[in-house]
């Protein structure tokens, strides 16, 4: 199973980017996804999570209004659109799929069981 992040990079405070995971080796369909970041220094962070219908979304309340997350099981691929992105944004940010088939949303890192490889985004004028 290999997942893999694009679409970062360096954008102005304000700015907006376009992630996308895109997997070979597992068919996304019926499982949860998920986004996390991690800054220098600190722990993974959870950012968003989609269930594995796509009808249910989550945020970390740091990014509730400004991100959304959305799949596209025929394309294997799941996006975090980031809006009105802040310099405390910056972190290398990675996509993660449940561990498990039919799980909801999850926050927890450990309930995730395939990581890529992440993508730095850096949110500075």
């Known amino acids: 199973v290999q997942l893999v992040e694009s679409g970062g990079g360096l954008v102005q405070p304000g700015g907006s980017l376009r992630l996308s995971c895109a997997a070979s080796?597992?068919?996304?369909?019926?499982?949860?996804l998920g986004w996390f970041r991690q800054a220098p220094g600190k722990d993974r962070d959870f950012v968003a999570a989609?269930?594995?219908?796509?009808?249910?979304?989550s945020f970390a309340d740091s990014v509730k209004g400004r991100f959304t997350v959305s799949r596209d099981d025929a394309k294997n691929t799941v996006y975090l659109q980031m809006n009105s992105l802040k310099p405390d944004d910056t972190a290398v940010y990675y996509c993660?799929?449940?561990?498990?088939?039919?799980?909801?949303?999850?926050?927890?890192?450990?309930?995730?069981?395939?990581w890529g490889q992440g993508t730095q985004v850096t949110v500075s004028s």
């Open positions: 080796g597992l068919a996304f369909s019926g499982y949860a």
């Open positions: 989609i269930n594995w219908s796509g009808g249910i979304t």
């Open positions: 993660a799929v449940a561990r498990f088939l039919f799980m909801p949303t999850r926050s927890d890192p450990n309930d995730y069981g395939y």
